[in-house]
Every structure is written in structure tokens, then in C-alpha cells.
């Protein structure tokens, strides 16, 4: 097998994501060759509790020599991860073994000139501790980008919050222009890389039916003179839209994308439309990283009954 691997981090060690990187392998043949970044020791008590018998082949941090891989074996580059139990509460006393993680992957991929990356869910409130916003800004710092995007990709529909996780009180302090010219510039180069194609967007406005009863707001001074900046340059650029209308079927069959002012106005009916079948990609990164849409579930450790869809999803995205 000759194809570049993907890089896998398996996050919050107390979380869902080995049950559904089993259940992935289990259920899917992948072309690329997969190597996860994670403790041997835990993968074998998980894989053991879960009922899973998989071969392990260990990998060095080092390792170059990619057509020797398949996927017959879960190739493993170990992290050491001091815990007493399998399945504990998420604590922060897992935050320097994620941390090592995610630094182990990094310069794998840099050594290697890798661009295929996904990662397991995190504890935001535990990991980040108010750092950083999410992974997605957090990968951006490590890799020195400042100019990121958030896309929940669906090959039917996709979201794209303007502001990720962020109080509500905050929003409307982070709205732009050029956080918007920003955002429609990474999305379009996205879809012109992967699909060839100029995709067609809606953006929403930030208050209800996208009126308020002040003057000056987000709408009249930056939502609606961005969106006529951008037409001049792109006419399929429309909006802004009332987040309670934009959802609608006739709606959602002329646009490709939508993007939202906020973390929930759009992923809300996202999730709602396709539950789980949908993938988050990092958009501006020097590779393509992926997490699935779900997070830790702690409440579902150890019951073997989650879902792996997502996971098969970005696996099939990078697997092209």
C-alpha cells in the first residue's frame, strides 16, 4: 500500500472515539493506511472491554517507509498515558497526554509532508480551559495560521459559523467584514480544490428576521455591505437571510453553504437535518483536518452503541 496515510489523534482518552475507530475498521476497507496517535495500553483495555480483537502493528515516531502499511493491523504510534481504570471521568489529569498527542502528530506530519488529519472529540471546558476557543483554533496556533474557517461538510449541504465557540454575548463583537471576506475566500478555495466548482452561498444576518430596533445594526453596518463586496466579484453570494427561513426546503436546494453569524444558529439545523452524517473540516490549515461531529460522550463510554458514521465519513473523505 503506497497511498499517503492519514494521521489519526484519538483526543480525550475518556471519550466514544477507539468504539467507533473499531467499529470504522471493522465496517469500512480503506485505501490510505491509517496510523492513530495514542496509548497502546489504553487502546488494548478499550478494545478488550469492547469485545474487539484487532492485530496491532507499533510504529516509531520516526517511521517513513508508508508502503509497507495496511490496514489488516491498527498501526500504532504510542503516547504513554498513566491511568489506574479504562473508563474514568473526564478529568484535566489527561490534558498533557492530549496535549503530546497532538504534538506527536504534528511533527509526524511535518517530517513527512503529510496533509491528512483527523482527530478524536476533546473536552473544550477541561482541555482548552478558555485558551483557546475550540481545536480549530487551537490547531491554528500551533501551526501559526490566523486565517481559519469551521465548515460542518455535507455533499448536500454544508454550515460554516462566522464565530465558533463563543459566548453570545460576545458575537456581535466579532463580526467583521473581513472576518466575512475571510470566510467566503477559504470556503470558495475549498470547493474549487476538492470539487472543481464556485460554490453557492447563503449568509444569514445576526438578529431575528434580520431587523432590531436600533439603529446602525450588524445588518445595515457590516453583514449587508460585505455580502454587496463580495457580489461584485461572485454573484452567487446571497443574503442576508433570516436564520428561521434560511433552513427551509426551497431554500436549501439553491445554495451549497450556509454561513452563520454564530456556533448554533447554524449547527442546530444542521444536526437536525442529518443527524450525525456530516464532518468538521478545518479550512486554512497546511493540511486537511477533519473531526468528526460528535464529542466526548462520556454518558455513552464502555456501552458499544455509538454511532461511527461520522468517523467512516471523514475516513471516506480522505481515503479519495
Known amino acids: 500500500m503506497s497511498k499517503e496515510p492519514i494521521i489519526i489523534v484519538s483526543g480525550e482518552p475518556n471519550s466514544i472515539f477507539l468504539e467507533i475507530f473499531f467499529k470504522s475498521l471493522k465496517l469500512n476497507t480503506y485505501k490510505s493506511p491509517l496510523i492513530i496517535i495514542v496509548s497502546k495500553k489504553l487502546l488494548q483495555k478499550q478494545m478488550k472491554r469492547l469485545g474487539f480483537t484487532l492485530k496491532i502493528k507499533d510504529i516509531d515516531k520516526k517511521y517513513k517507509d508508508f508502503s509497507k502499511l495496511d490496514n489488516n493491523k491498527i498501526n500504532l504510534i504510542n503516547v504513554d498515558y498513566d491511568f489506574k481504570k479504562c473508563f474514568e471521568k473526564i478529568t484535566g489529569k489527561s490534558n498533557k497526554y492530549i ?123 457590516i453583514i449587508i455591505p460585505a455580502i454587496k463586496k463580495l457580489r461584485l466579484k461572485n454573484t452567487k453570494i446571497n443574503g442576508p437571510f433570516p436564520a428561521d427561513t434560511v433552513f427551509t426546503k426551497l431554500l436549501l436546494k439553491k445554495y451549497d453553504v450556509i454561513i452563520g453569524m454564530y456556533h448554533d444558529q447554524v449547527l442546530s439545523p444542521m444536526k437536525a437535518l442529518f443527524n450525525f452524517d456530516a464532518i468538521n473540516i478545518t479550512l486554512g490549515l497546511p493540511f486537511t483536518r477533519i473531526s468528526p461531529d460528535h464529542g466526548p460522550n462520556y454518558s455513552m463510554l464502555g456501552k458499544n452503541l455509538s454511532d461511527p458514521k461520522s468517523l467512516t465519513q471523514a475516513l471516506k473523505f480522505l481515503d479519495k
Not at 496535549?99 to 472529540?121: R, V
Not at 495560521?145 to 449541504?157: G, P, T
Not at 472576518?179 to 478555495?189: A, D, F, G, P, S
Request: positive net charge; hydrophobic residues 35%.
Open 99 to 221: 496535549n503530546e498527542t497532538f504534538e506527536t502528530a504534528l511533527d509526524f506530519m511535518k517530517q513527512n509532508n503529510l496533509s491528512k488529519f483527523i482527530n478524536g472529540p476533546i473536552s473544550k471546558k477541561s482541555f482548552l480551559k478558555g485558551k483557546t476557543l475550540g481545536i480549530t483554533e487551537y490547531l491554528a496556533k500551533k501551526t501559526k495560521k490566523n486565517k481559519v474557517a469551521m465548515l460542518i461538510f455535507n455533499k448536500n449541504l454544508s454550515v460554516s459559523p462566522l464565530t465558533t465557540h463563543l459566548a453570545l454575548k460576545d458575537v456581535h463583537k466579532k463580526i467583521t467584514k473581513q472576518k466575512i471576506y475571510t470566510q467566503v475566500n477559504l470556503i470558495n478555495n475549498f470547493y474549487k480544490k476538492k470539487f472543481n466548482k464556485l460554490p453557492r452561498i447563503a449568509i444569514t444576518g445576526l438578529n431575528p428576521h434580520c431587523e432590531s430596533n436600533f439603529q446602525n445594526s450588524e445588518e445595515d453596518k
